[in-house]
């Protein structure tokens, strides 16, 4: 829209003819406050906080619902506003129980500022308040009624932002009150939105509520561990004796790729990090086959022992490594150098929960055709293939409802189940539970493909009609399917494509080549020169053995020593214990998993919120973890692994390339000049940075794979200030394979699950229980 | 049932067929009925908002807005549906003149709502009565199955090829959705809460199409005025305010009821004359005039005539013509609680000034009358109603303020009076007059 130009409190400003006046001036610095007014849901000119003088104007205007109009004139903060607007507050705690000195808002609550802010310090009324017990309405959720400012925002966001409608109003006049779909109990889906956007302390979380003040946390912003989407999350932390221990989870500035958004997950979804039976001591069996707890230096020298002589006696093929979905990608990316140049073997894999390497075949080399999260909130049409985003991906499927909402974008949707975000889509196909490949012929052009109906042929025709298309697929397309479906979006004028996986780095484990076929950057095995350049070593160059083959081998007897880093297989796959009783087994996981029961050796990990480094989400959004907690006892896995190679009589130095020198965009090189190493030395210690000259320091890894893996050449000065940058999967070449084996499981979480690790969340179990139907989010919506 | 009552000085237009059986559609026929219409099918949509903006007829809700020119903001074309909307929803207290037309002539309703739709482009209107008019819901119902008897409403109206159809809807029992957006939202079945304006109901209103909603005495008036000519009704009232309107009388006067006069008649005639002067042989201390939500007149004010714009330089309003008549043994503390009591209840709660405002205002007059009170209690309550006054979502914030305003600043003695003496010291046996 054209731009009109109005002036605020003597100041010209132009904006786009309807922006609302509010927005236009928080974008000229001027701050008009507001409690009802949050940007992209509804209005609804309730709070009257807003108001400003507007010339030939009879009455105060509020700001959040006026759009700027040429030649409009505008006060902003005169004497008449603040009077009404201090009028307005000295109402609102009126009623208010002012108990700041023990609401969890207190510190964080814009009741609070604006009070500070306009003084409405003289209490003019003697009748005593009203009072109404504090209620829980979900585990998650509970309600302050006597707190509540009636904003509405939470039954906006419930609404209109999640799609559950679970929140409204109740009676009328000043008996109004916020009132809980299920009468005295919510049925929904837990995300804490209502939660995160209520201004005051009306509503506050489980987990957080009366455990402490925000100013006595730390906040540390760093990415969700849960779901491939890869949402930031600001967790709250606070020093205990045993070390850090995180107290919330929240969205704290909203800067992160998910907006506005953050699901339960990533909110209440970190309490496994402070269960009191995390393992804190190494475990080594010992004859009498039980556990004992021994030293470190024991635990090590012991693993380090054992594989030492494997490796010699029988060669690295008789050594397999799982790696995880949710450790960093310079985890990943070291645990593949282990065990291709120490142990020497490439039989190493992970719990894959998409086809990343058919989809990188199906792409090889072709630039722009991959979306990060954030294109979802803006592509005009979207078309969405199997997956339930609801349950698998909170945050996508934020997007497209937003998207929906706000842009008006067309979302297509093809599912063998009644999905929920249907609700959503211009077009929706049920289609059968196999007919996922058929479904793309059939949108290829080829008729006799599906049962065709009209339904079906409006669904292809709109689809093809686009100009722009985003197609984010499930793990229900795989191999050839995602070549087909590929072939068949390059074939639209101009798609983009998105494959959905699980965890938080389901993606970075298989870039960085946690497969027994690939080198990082899906580099086959048999075309390593550049990467034996480079390690001063040589590597295998046969492919290894996948997972399931691994757990073949161990049950025939050809797989002497077992290293599982992060995972839980034998759960996963239901692998049979007996198959491993003649494999030397070392796990380092946080808890006596299913896996780590069986084991020889157990080392005590630490857990993505304990460690820094980077992940990269589902969409190939790379992004930096800052370490946040702390448990004393427990080692990142970086550590342990490098402390096991060193053991083993590796030279660290040559597996972690610390004090090479570091990768360098912000400016010159270290060394290229006289003088640069104290720049350098200077530049570092300002952007708050150690300088890499530890063994233990990602850092010197991330640089390595910048060298290695060309997708990864992104910008490291905006990682570090915190934006995701998209993963240059264009970069990616990679023929596609004539056959691969499909070895990809879907970890089909619920909304409220997250795989082994959820199962150490007491909120997480505490809300599946709560709840009585097996698949709440959807039953609570529909 | 309020009874019928005349008076000479009445100029009878609307009230033309009061107590005579209109509700009975042949007997409604037989005086002049639905010739409104049919004329208006003859000479189209120009001629009938000519006819109106000559009229001078302005709305009989409340705000007095002219009605003909409200018609012609409606755009002639639309994507949605155009609809009238009639609203019935008659709940300020002081009021009840939509109610005798109602009761003795639902025809005169029906009429003018074809009209309007006519005016307009509309195919079809509501009818909506307030939640506690449920018997006169009967009659209206009643009415509209005769006239679709008869053939008048549904398809090809008249012969004219045009189609209209009429809904009649009751509320719940609220007052706020006597707001106009308000009540599209009720009648939407929604809660009973204003909506943000602009855009105006002309251009977004009910379902999102294109709305006339009138008064349901503005639209009963239209099908005389078209009868009469808008001239000749235009000159029947005062300058800028055309025809007459039905006055409600009641309190202590010795006639209450409901009486139509011409715009601009004097109040204290209203009165002393019409309404047969104070009852019990008091003396006059103070009038509502145009519903609970108009400023008070003290006994010396009255003499001003009743329109739009005289009342408004008086600093009241016309208001809803409503006239409260207070004799002097009425406690106007006690008034003032009676009125705040109304709206604190009626207050939909969505923002704060008024949802909060109100509420203190009830528990601080209250205290006050009870006895309670103390000093920094006067200056507050009128502190809290001025703070309201202009800043609330709707006009129903302005309703509480505006009276309360009054009532203090004219009758602070009585106030006063409380502070110091016994907890009602004009206490007497008889209920006050607004109830
Ligand atoms: C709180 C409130 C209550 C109202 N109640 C009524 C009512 O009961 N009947 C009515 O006709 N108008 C009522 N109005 C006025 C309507 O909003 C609207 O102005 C009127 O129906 C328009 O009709 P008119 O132009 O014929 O007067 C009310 C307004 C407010 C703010
Ligand atoms: S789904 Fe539940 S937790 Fe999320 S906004 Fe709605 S009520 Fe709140
Ligand atoms: S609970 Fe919080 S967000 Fe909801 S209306 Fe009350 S103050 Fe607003
Ligand atoms: S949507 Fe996924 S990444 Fe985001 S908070 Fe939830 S679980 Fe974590
Ligand atoms: S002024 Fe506000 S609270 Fe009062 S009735 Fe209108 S919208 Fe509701
Ligand atoms: S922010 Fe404008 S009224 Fe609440």
Redesign the pocket.
Known sequence: MADVTFTVDGKKLTAPAGTLLIDACKNAGIEIPAFCYYPNLSLQAACRMCVVRIEKMPKLQTACTTPVAEGMVVQSETDEIKQARKATIELLLGNHPLDCPVCDAGGECELQDMTFKYGAAESKYIEIKQHREEQQWSPVVY?DRP?????????RVCGEGMDVWA?GVENRGVSSV?APNGQDHLNCEECGM?ID????G??TSGTYRYKTRPWEMNHVATICTHCGDGCKTTLGVRSVNDGVEIIRGDNRDKSGINGDFLCNKGRYGFDFANRTDRLTKPLVRQADGKFAEVSWDKALDFAAKKLREIREAKGGQAIGVIGSNRTTNEENYLLQKFARTILGTNNIDHHRTADYVSFASALNGKSGRTAGLRDTTSAPAILLLGNNPTDQHPALAWNLRSNVRLNRSRLYVANHAEIKLRRQAKSFLQIPQDGYASLIQYLGGNDGAIAADDNTTAFRDAIRKEESLLIVFGSEYRGRDIQALVEFGLSLPNTKFAALGDYANSRGAADMGLLPDLLPGYVPVNDAAHFVDEYGATLPTTAGLDLLQMFDAARNGDLAALYVVGSNPVSRYGVDPSALKNTFLVVQDMFLTETAQLADVVFPAANLYEKAGTVTNTYGDIQLVKKAADKAGVRTDFELIVRLADRMGADPKKLVPFGRGSFADMGQTRGAQSGEADRHAVWLAANHLEPKLSPFDPFATLDEIQRLVPSYHVSRLELLTGSEQPEKFDLVQIQPAASRRDLVLPAEDTLFTSGTLGRYSGMLKDIVESHTTPNPAETAAD | MPRLVFHPEEVKIISRRFGQGAADIDKYIALDGYKAVQTAIEKGVDWIIAEMKASGLRGRGGAGFPTGMKWSFVPKQSERPKYVLVNGDESEPGTCKDHVIFLHDPHAVIEGTMIAGLAIGSKMGFIYLRGEYRYLLKIMEKAVADAYAKGFLGKNIFGSGIDFDIVTQTGAGAYEVGEESALMESLEGKRGVPRIKPPFPAVVGLYGGPTVINNAETIASVPHILLMGGEAYAKVGSERNGGTRLFGISGHVVNPGVYELPMGYNLKKAIYEVGGGISNGRKLKAVVPGGSSTPVLTADEIDVGLDFDQMGKAGTMLGSGGIVVIDDQTCMVEFALRTIKFYQHESCGWCIPCREGTDWLKKTIGRVHAGGGVAKDLDNIRYLAENMLGRTFCPLGDAAAMPTIGFIKKFRHEFEDHLNGKPCPYAHAEEPALV
């Open positions: 309600f707190r509540c400012i009636l904003c509405y925002r939470c039954v929140l916020i209502c956007l209520c201004p005051v009306a509503l």
